[in-house]
């Protein structure tokens, strides 16, 4: 359950759908845009895991 309310999963349920929305629904949002989204979301969730695993290393 945790999981689910994790901001990190979420980051990356919403930047997958936009993705596939942009594709599959034809949006059509500049491909530079979605990219944009995309790579700021792999950035938060990147940097946000290393936080956390600095948290937890300092746990123990």
Sequence with gaps: ?????????????????????????????PIEAVMTVAAVAIGYILGQGYVDGK?????Y
């Design 1 to 29: 359950m945790s999981k689910i309310k994790s901001r990190k999963f979420w980051m990356a349920v919403v930047s997958g759908a936009l993705v596939v929305a942009n594709e599959g629904l034809g949006l059509d949002l």
């Design 55 to 59: 948290e937890q290393e300092n746990m």
